[in-house]
């Protein structure tokens, strides 16, 4: 939390079914918290919409937020909410300009709960150098929601070397990994009920927007496809591209980075990290002519340590995902039917 | 990982699949009882590096895939009609049953919940002292001491709302089932590590003498696997059978004390049906009577007369390894993880579900 944010006074320490009336309590609400934090010219006009002329190609993008636990190591909804949109927008070759920004509270979540996600907010903003416009707040009775629900909407100019798309991918090109897998989501189950124990693993949520406008600056077209492994994992995909592409994907174990910590959770719960969530982890399908150059500029990156060429699009085997084990035998790794389980033993 | 990497060195793997491309000079069919070794096998590729005359045979190890039908009614109707808190292992709640799983039980607004440890569900019987919770008890003896010991605490404590739904069933006379049955095709077994950590050896000498069929006990990664096929099929070639132990980092002779004491104190043996094969004498444990107050058969009336199983699924004949689970008509076509007709196919550890996770036959890899 950033401690130069000090919460306002409020009359109320939770939020109540009043500070959704659109009365009095709403509006105290957002003057003293949501307009005071997150004050810009748009948003300060305090209108139902914002007015604003953009000058390019434009990329728009719409995620909702609905994670349990609210607050986790590394993180919390309201950063997530944040990063997720804008990351989102990176894949599309776009730079996050505008976001929106709309709470769904339950009665009695905590004054103090939601000014710490808002203060996530917009510390998670100036990093990634988006503003919030506009937005709504909701308020469900109790039972009827799970604390806070968000949603945000982003729109962002295109980089204009940017040619992301499914068409541009061949045989041949390299799939480059841009960290280690599945932080987030073994975070998020370690305070699960039933689950719990103690790790000092925490979530990767962050923005990718500047990382990849840089890689977009150096390797322009050559940066055929982007995509983040968030829910589903990298497993997903995979196999969603190779799907859409018609191709086939071929990936080698021994190179995707997973830390050893998270291995082992992996190993304890059953999961298998390939499907397990990131927040902060992009997959790049690029020419191979500059897959090397990339991967060192990749590596470079304050995130980047772990990076990886995890594999290569193929002729072969169109629409498969196949991977080569670490002992060198093969395997398809195909999508998965629900919610990965913990097995029994 | 220490103990994990060193078992996952693809040098190791490859001197081992030499020696046993070295030795193996008949066709010989070797049964993996755990569905942990089946999920070990398929997903790091190794059925695809065996030597083409050594046949891997899937068993009947995964607790999902053995539980019946009606057990899984009874939990469903506990959940229901009973209101209970019914907390489970994870990869229980997607089984079907006669006419719902858990995990649609969950989103008619039952409160299931997924836990990894039973002492978790006597930790929610104390805090919801209002509420009935029962456990879903299943597995093989891996499980029984953690389901005893839940029953023990509860016991200790006096937590009157806490009950266990058990269906726990028993590795050697499974073994022993499968190898009476005429058509029956399996050379010799990989024993299941984890359940002898627990049992120890001594079960299993009976069943060696018996069918004259060599055991080797054996663990779950690629390196403990190949071992074990490796020391199974140096026995084969001799015209030997004795039980040996591939997994003794971790599995003692006579197992492990406290545990089997946990099990003696809550559990007796009892016959069990499983799930696709029927039932089997004595391969099963039940609650003890002076624990009745703790077995939710006994505790609460439950009503499941339409209990039935869906009679297109193969999943006997695949548990017995009579057949390969691409072989069944519906595999893969009617029966895929998102809509299973039988367990083998929920369970990460069942054999069809991993055939079809990590099957090689689209991308022609595969080999059985």
Same mark, same amino acid.
């Given at each position: 939390?950033?401690?130069?944010?000090?919460?306002?006074?409020?009359?109320?320490?939770?939020?109540?079914?009043?500070? %959704?009336?659109?009365?009095?309590?709403?509006? =105290?609400?957002?003057?003293?918290?949501?307009?005071?934090?997150?004050?810009?010219?748009?948003?300060?006009?305090?209108?139902?919409?914002?007015?604003?002329?953009?000058?390019?190609?434009?990329?728009?993008?719409?995620?909702?937020?609905?994670?349990?636990?609210?607050?986790?190591?590394?993180?919390?909804?309201?950063?997530?909410?944040?990063?997720?949109?804008?990351?989102?927008?990176?894949? @599309?070759?776009?730079?996050?300009?505008?976001?929106?920004?709309?709470?769904?509270?339950?009665?009695?979540?905590?004054?103090?709960?939601?000014?710490?996600?808002?203060?996530?907010?917009?510390?998670?903003?100036?990093?990634?150098?988006?503003?919030?416009?506009?937005?709504?707040?909701?308020?469900?009775?109790?039972?009827?929601?799970?604390?806070?629900?968000?949603?945000?909407?982003?729109?962002?100019?295109?980089?204009?070397?940017?040619?992301?798309?499914?068409?541009?991918?061949?045989?041949?090109?390299?799939?480059?990994?841009?960290?280690?897998?599945?932080?987030?989501?073994?975070?998020?189950?370690?305070?699960?009920?039933?689950?719990?124990?103690?790790?000092?693993?925490?979530?990767?949520?962050?923005?990718?927007?500047?990382?990849?406008?840089?890689?977009?600056?150096?390797?322009?077209?050559?940066?055929?496809?982007?995509?983040?492994?968030?829910?589903?994992?990298?497993?997903?995909?995979?196999?969603?591209?190779?799907?859409?592409?018609?191709?086939?994907?071929?990936?080698? =174990?021994?190179?995707?980075?997973?830390?050893?910590?998270?291995?082992?959770? @992996?190993?304890?719960?059953?999961?298998?990290?390939?499907?397990?969530?990131?927040?902060?982890?992009?997959?790049?399908?690029?020419?191979?002519?500059?897959?090397?150059?990339?991967?060192?500029?990749?590596?470079?990156?304050?995130?980047?340590?772990?990076?990886?060429?995890?594999?290569?699009?193929?002729?072969?085997?169109? @629409?498969?995902?196949?991977?080569?084990?670490?002992? %060198?035998?093969?395997?398809?790794?195909?999508?998965?039917?629900?919610?990965?389980?913990?097995?029994?033993? | 990982?220490?103990?994990?990497?060193?078992?996952?060195?693809?040098?190791?793997?490859?001197?081992?699949?030499?020696?046993?491309? $070295?030795?193996?000079?008949?066709?010989?069919?070797?049964?993996?009882?755990?569905?942990?070794?089946? &999920?070990?096998?398929?997903?790091?590729?190794?059925?695809?590096?065996?030597?083409?005359?050594?046949?891997?045979?899937?068993?009947?190890?995964?607790?999902?895939?053995?539980?019946?039908?009606?057990?899984?009614?009874?939990?469903?109707?506990?959940?229901?009609? $009973?209101?209970?808190?019914?907390?489970?292992?994870?990869?229980?709640?997607?089984?079907?049953?006669?006419?719902?799983?858990?995990?649609?039980?969950?989103?008619?607004?039952?409160?299931?919940?997924?836990?990894?440890?039973? +002492?978790?569900?006597?930790?929610?019987?104390?805090?919801?002292?209002?509420?009935?919770?029962?456990?879903?008890?299943?597995?093989?003896?891996?499980?029984?001491?953690?389901?005893?010991?839940?029953?023990?605490?509860?016991?200790?404590?006096?937590?009157?709302?806490?009950?266990?739904?058990?269906? &726990?069933?028993?590795?050697?006379?499974?073994?022993?089932?499968?190898?009476? /049955?005429?058509?029956?095709?399996? /050379?010799?077994?990989?024993?299941?590590?984890?359940?002898?950590?627990?049992?120890?050896? $001594?079960?299993?000498?009976?069943?060696?003498?018996?069918?004259?069929?060599?055991?080797?006990?054996?663990?779950?990664?690629?390196?403990?696997? +190949?071992?074990?096929?490796?020391?199974?099929?140096?026995?084969?070639?001799?015209?030997?059978?004795?039980?040996?132990? $591939?997994?003794?980092?971790?599995?003692?002779?006579?197992?492990?004390?406290?545990?089997?004491?946990?099990? /003696?104190?809550?559990?007796?043996?009892?016959?069990?049906?499983?799930?696709?094969?029927?039932?089997?004498?004595?391969?099963?444990?039940?609650?003890?009577?002076?624990?009745?107050?703790?077995?939710?058969?006994?505790?609460?009336?439950?009503?499941?007369?339409?209990?039935?199983?869906?009679?297109?699924?193969?999943?006997?004949?695949?548990?017995?390894?009579?057949?390969?689970?691409?072989?069944?008509?519906?595999?893969?076509?009617?029966?895929?993880?998102?809509?299973?007709?039988?367990?083998?196919?929920?369970?990460?550890?069942?054999?069809?579900?991993?055939?079809? &996770?990590?099957?090689?036959?689209?991308?022609?890899?595969?080999?059985?």
């Amino acid at each position: 939390m950033n401690l130069s944010c000090p919460i306002p006074k409020f009359d109320f320490d939770t939020i109540n079914l009043g500070h %959704g009336s659109g009365g009095t309590l709403t509006s =105290q609400l957002l003057d003293a918290g949501v307009f005071k934090l997150l004050e810009n010219d748009l948003l300060n006009k305090k209108h139902d919409g914002a007015v604003f002329s953009l000058n390019g190609k434009v990329a728009m993008s719409t995620d909702t937020y609905v994670v349990s636990p609210v607050f986790f190591e590394g993180g919390n909804i309201g950063d997530l909410a944040v990063n997720g949109t804008v990351n989102d927008l990176a894949m @599309c070759g776009a730079a996050a300009k505008y976001l929106t920004l709309s709470f769904v509270l339950e009665e009695g979540l905590k004054m103090t709960e939601f000014w710490e996600i808002l203060v996530s907010i917009k510390t998670a903003c100036d990093a990634a150098g988006v503003i919030v416009i506009t937005g709504d707040t909701k308020v469900v009775e109790r039972g009827k929601g799970d604390k806070i629900f968000i949603n945000t909407t982003g729109i962002g100019l295109v980089h204009p070397r940017a040619n992301i798309d499914i068409d541009n991918i061949k045989p041949g090109d390299r799939i480059i990994l841009s960290g280690p897998l599945a932080r987030h989501g073994i975070t998020i189950i370690s305070h699960r009920e039933g689950l719990q124990f103690e790790t000092t693993i925490s979530s990767d949520t962050r923005p990718l927007n500047q990382i990849v406008s840089a890689l977009l600056d150096e390797f322009g077209e050559y940066i055929h496809l982007l995509r983040d492994p968030t829910r589903g994992g990298l497993a997903t995909v995979l196999n969603e591209i190779a799907a859409q592409a018609n191709l086939g994907i071929s990936i080698s =174990q021994k190179n995707i980075p997973v830390e050893e910590e998270v291995d082992g959770a @992996c190993e304890m719960l059953g999961f298998d990290p390939l499907y397990v969530a990131n927040e902060g982890l992009f997959v790049a399908i690029v020419d191979a002519s500059i897959a090397g150059e990339l991967l060192k500029r990749l590596q470079a990156w304050e995130y980047g340590a772990m990076a990886g060429i995890v594999g290569e699009v193929t002729a072969d085997h169109p @629409c498969k995902v196949i991977m080569k084990s670490t002992i %060198g035998g093969h395997r398809v790794v195909n999508m998965l039917a629900g919610e990965q389980l913990p097995r029994i033993c | 990982m220490k103990y994990v990497s060193e078992f996952r060195s693809p040098e190791i793997v490859d001197a081992l699949l030499k020696q046993i491309r $070295q030795i193996a000079k008949g066709n010989w069919n070797i049964m993996e009882v755990c569905g942990g070794q089946t &999920h070990s096998l398929v997903k790091n590729g190794l059925l695809s590096m065996l030597p083409s005359n050594i046949q891997m045979v899937h068993g009947p190890g995964c607790p999902v895939c053995v539980t019946p039908v009606n057990l899984i009614d009874k939990a469903v109707y506990l959940a229901i009609e $009973q209101k209970v808190i019914l907390c489970s292992y994870g990869d229980m709640i997607r089984v079907p049953g006669s006419n719902m799983s858990l995990l649609e039980a969950k989103s008619k607004g039952a409160d299931v919940r997924i836990l990894y440890s039973p +002492l978790e569900a006597v930790k929610i019987a104390r805090e919801n002292p209002e509420r009935e919770v029962v456990f879903f008890a299943v597995g093989f003896e891996t499980t029984a001491p953690a389901n005893a010991l839940s029953v023990i605490h509860a016991h200790r404590e006096g937590i009157r709302n806490y009950s266990i739904l058990t269906s &726990h069933v028993l590795v050697p006379p499974a073994m022993d089932a499968i190898m009476s /049955d005429s058509e029956c095709r399996v /050379d010799a077994f990989l024993g299941a590590g984890h359940v002898c950590a627990i049992m120890g050896m $001594q079960e299993y000498y009976p069943i060696v003498e018996k069918y004259k069929i060599p055991v080797v006990i054996t663990g779950f990664e690629p390196v403990d696997l +190949l071992e074990g096929i490796f020391m199974t099929v140096k026995q084969l070639e001799c015209g030997q059978y004795k039980l040996e132990n $591939q997994y003794a980092r971790v599995v003692e002779a006579n197992g492990n004390r406290p545990a089997i004491k946990a099990i /003696d104190e809550i559990f007796e043996v009892t016959n069990r049906e499983w799930r696709g094969i029927g039932e089997i004498p004595c391969s099963g444990y039940g609650v003890k009577a002076k624990y009745s107050s703790y077995d939710a058969t006994r505790k609460f009336k439950i009503d499941i007369s339409g209990s039935h199983e869906d009679l297109t699924c193969l999943s006997g004949d695949i548990m017995k390894g009579k057949i390969k689970p691409r072989y069944c008509p519906n595999f893969g076509e009617k029966c895929t993880p998102v809509h299973p007709l039988g367990a083998p196919m929920v369970s990460s550890e069942g054999a069809c579900a991993a055939y079809y &996770h990590f099957n090689m036959s689209a991308a022609g890899m595969y080999r059985d």
